[in-house]
């Protein structure tokens, strides 16, 4: 599920703030930076959720909504879209707090469905645990 507004009852996997070194030709937030912390984002929770070590089999989808912009702090929030066997798929809602004319606003920047696989020593899937 994605967020329409941030949550109130959760903390962010990730909280950071945009700095000149991650921007594009434009001066606004490369994308890839987004994503990045996205991935790390949804790996927190899908650790959390396989009680052991994920890696990224797979970015199912990933929209921007409305640019980022130097300075402002960007929170992203996530959620576990569905458990299969192996597999964990988790939704990251991204929001910037910025300060515009004086006033604090909350703007959803993007949103993202990433899947992790839980994997063993060997590096090989694992089942993921009953919640
Ligand atoms: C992830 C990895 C261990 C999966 O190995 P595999 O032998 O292909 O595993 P499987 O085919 O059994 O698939 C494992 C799970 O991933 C899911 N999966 C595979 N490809 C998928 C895709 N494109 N989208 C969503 N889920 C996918 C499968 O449905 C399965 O889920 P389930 O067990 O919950 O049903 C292997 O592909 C790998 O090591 N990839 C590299 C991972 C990595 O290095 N990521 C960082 C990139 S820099």
Same mark, same amino acid.
């Given at each position: ?10 903390? %962010? ?22 994503? =990045? ?20 089999? =797979? ?12 300075? +402002? ?5 996530? +959620? ?41 020593? +060997?590096?090989? %899937?694992?089942?993921? %645990?009953?919640?």
């Amino acid at each position: 599920m994605y967020f329409e507004t941030p949550p109130g009852d959760r903390l %962010p996997a990730i909280r950071t703030m945009a700095m000149p070194k991650d921007t594009n030709g434009l001066g606004d937030i490369f994308g890839g930076w987004l994503m =990045s912390h996205a991935d790390m984002a949804g790996a927190v929770l899908g650790f959390q959720r396989a009680r052991g070590r994920v890696v990224t089999v =797979s970015v199912n989808e990933f929209t921007f909504l409305r640019p980022v912009y130097v300075g +402002d702090v960007v929170s992203f929030y996530t +959620d576990v879209h569905k458990v299969g066997r192996t597999s964990v798929a988790i939704d990251i809602t991204m929001f910037s707090m910025r300060n515009t004319d004086g006033r604090e606003e909350q703007v959803r920047v993007a949103t993202a469905r990433i899947t992790y696989v839980h994997i063993g020593a +060997d590096r090989l %899937p694992r089942a993921i %645990p009953a919640d």
